[in-house]
């Protein structure tokens, strides 16, 4: 019988999700465990239907992980369901071509995370009435008496909170992430092996799931050929400087890969999908004061007036100091106390709080020097 209810457990097949598993069987749950079946296979190309990508595929999403994702939850006495998501994680890859058509940088795994594992699975869980549904991710959902609030995991270095601001407020209280009080990742492994699990050793997945060899270019090439029109290449005062073959080949902030010997390094400072144009230049002219975000999703009382917050603006940033002022339709406008290099459209800024919770988040659609405002 169980003590504290039933949870959906997303088990990828990795040592994450299957300690997670573990823990919570531990801890008195009647736990279900579930692989989402997204199509990737072996040795097929990107470019056929649904099925993403490759000739290695990752641990997170290939067959072989779903063996590996069966096997722990055999181990486990647990109910297991590999679910057929293929179709759901069409519209993800369909939202990272277009992106890139548009000149901007795409974040996929947030994108999943919040239409598929804190969507869909969600929705799979009302199916089974479960209360709950858990994840490896490494976060922390700060329980002390008021709504549960979404806050960076103990092991700082590991945190992924920002790919998970996205989950919609109200079901907060259904998420449980027992990971995120784990202060090393190495206790996760030595947890793995003490439980006798398989994969304690199994390495991580570092790639994007449909992009296992992390070539976006090519799945760009396969998939929208139409977008790699050639175009020029201009420095900051607007000279032409050089030429390019694809605007989708290129992120704001990118250093190589430019092919241009201007004498000083440089990077791209701003991309335009109206006039097909990469503009290159020095760091200092990569930097930006703030940014506007739009499609905000609050995590907490969405604020009324300016206010203090750490922004962090992709995934591998140190979360710097500085207000959030809320605008119109859903957007925020955000300024930075110090200028910092390569803010991207497309991707994700996520707002945290000084007790390192996070407030809310969206997405990047433009960025600013103060002068120009």
């Not at 799945?219 to 175009?231: A, D, F, I, N, T």
Request: hydrophobic content about 40%.
């Amino acid at each position: 019988m169980s003590r504290n209810g039933k949870v959906i457990v997303a088990m990828s097949g990795g040592v994450d999700s299957s300690v997670t598993a573990c823990l919570l069987k531990e801890q008195g749950y009647e736990c279900v465990g579930v692989f989402m079946n997204v199509g990737v296979t072996r040795g097929v190309s990107a470019g056929s239907g649904t099925d993403a990508a490759c000739s290695t595929a990752p641990a997170c999403c290939s067959h072989d992980a779903a063996g590996d994702a069966r096997a722990i939850a055999d181990r486990l006495g647990i109910q297991f369901h590999a679910l057929d998501f293929k179709a759901d994680f069409e519209r993800i890859i369909t939202y990272f071509l277009d992106e890139y058509g548009r000149a901007r940088t795409p974040n996929p795994c947030i994108r999943c995370n919040q239409e598929l594992k804190f969507g869909k699975l969600l929705r799979f869980a009302d199916s089974l009435d479960a209360e709950f549904i858990a994840t490896g991710h490494y976060a922390r959902i700060v329980r002390n008496g008021e709504a549960p609030r979404l806050a960076r995991a103990a092991n700082v270095a590991k945190d992924q909170s920002y790919v998970l601001f996205g989950i919609r407020r109200a079901d907060l209280p259904r998420v449980l992430l027992p990971l995120g009080e784990m202060p090393d990742k190495s206790l996760v492994r030595d947890l793995a092996a003490t439980l006798g699990l398989s994969v304690h050793d199994k390495p991580e997945s570092q790639e994007i799931c449909f992009i296992p060899d992390n070539d976006y270019k090519r799945l760009v090439r396969e998939r929208r050929p139409e977008s790699q029109q050639s175009g020029v290449v201009r420095d900051v005062a607007g000279n032409i400087v050089g030429s390019h073959e694809g605007i989708t080949s290129y992120t704001i902030g990118q250093r190589r890969g430019l092919a241009l010997a201007m004498g000083y390094p440089i990077y791209v400072t701003d991309l335009c999908a109206a006039t097909n144009t990469v503009t290159i230049g020095t760091r200092a002219e990569l930097l930006r004061d703030g940014l506007v975000a739009d499609g905000v999703n609050w995590l907490v009382d969405a604020p009324t007036a300016r206010r203090a917050a750490d922004i962090k603006i992709r995934y591998t940033h140190t979360p710097v100091a500085g207000d959030i002022t809320p605008d119109a339709d859903n957007r925020v406008t955000a300024t930075f106390s110090e200028p910092q290099p390569a803010v991207t459209p497309g991707q994700a800024a996520v707002f945290y709080d000084e007790q390192d919770v996070v407030l809310g988040g969206g997405w990047i659609a433009s960025a600013f020097h103060q002068a120009a405002m």
